[in-house]
């Protein structure tokens, strides 16, 4: 199995022990077959066309923040695994509402550093075991993972399954009965006419939630206000964990 790891720090020393933390970790293992690439600043990675599994960054970079860099790169790739290792620890709370798998400080160790190779490992494996499910839709019988379902919208006495890749697909079935389906897998239910994915929230203001792609805004009801910010605020708490 092929494994793509970036690493992105405008320092060349910095960039090259990463790296030999990298090949030393994976020497051994003969599942996965690992490239890496390196990049000096923030626009040269972005330029790249290599989708990435794991993504190691700094934040201060010569030409963008790190958090913008990563603000981008979440607007089309949800599932890439972010580590930013810096030494501004006042950047945690918000690096991680991009959805960041983990906030190291430098300088980082060899051993802590592969510490979360392996973590890295164990969830991009598990993730390949990710759950679908299956749909009667108009267009036919579907199968979707529902990690790539952004949410569901009820419209014109139908369903629709909005995905993170812009696909959308047209079912009939009760709103209330699919969020009984997903509510376990990190969905809520902030309006009569809405069923959200958390994963994919970028922001919750008062009356409406905002997903990464910035452009869909969705309402919340005003009896859901309470039920929806709370589980919200505890789906990032567990995150966080």
């Known amino acids: 199995m092929n494994l793509n790891i970036a690493i992105c720090d405008d320092n060349q020393k910095i960039r ?3 790296c030999d ?4 970790y994976y020497q051994t293992r003969n599942d996965l077959h690992v490239n890496i690439s390196t990049f000096i600043s923030a626009e040269q990675m972005l330029q790249g066309t290599t989708c990435f599994d794991y993504i190691f960054t700094d934040i201060q970079l010569i030409d963008m923040n790190g958090l913008e860099m990563i603000k981008k790169i979440r607007e089309t790739n949800i599932d890439v695994l972010i580590v930013i290792i810096s030494g501004f620890p006042e950047y945690k709370n918000q690096a991680y509402s991009w959805h960041i798998y983990d906030y190291l400080d430098k300088p980082v160790s060899q051993k802590r550093f592969e510490q979360t190779l392996q973590e890295l490992d164990r969830y991009f494996l598990s993730r390949l075991k990710r759950p679908y499910h299956y749909f009667h839709t108009i267009e036919g019988n579907i199968q979707l993972p529902i990690d790539q379902i952004t949410y569901f919208e009820y419209i014109n ?6 995905t ?3 696909q959308s697909f047209y079912m009939y079935e009760k709103i209330k009965t699919l969020y009984t389906i997903f509510a376990p897998f990190h969905f809520i239910y902030p309006h009569k006419a809405f069923i959200v994915n958390m994963d994919y929230i970028l922001r919750m203001d008062t009356n409406e939630i905002l997903l990464f ?3 869909t805004h969705i309402p919340i009801s005003n ?7 709370d589980k919200f605020l505890q789906y990032l708490e567990e995150k966080q964990k």
């Open 16 to 18: 090259k022990q990463y």
């Open 21 to 24: 933390f990298c090949k030393k």
């Open 157 to 162: 006495r139908k369903i629709c399954i909005h």
């Open 164 to 166: 993170y890749r812009n």
């Open 213 to 215: 792609d910035n452009n």
């Open 223 to 229: 009896l859901k206000k309470k039920q929806v910010r």
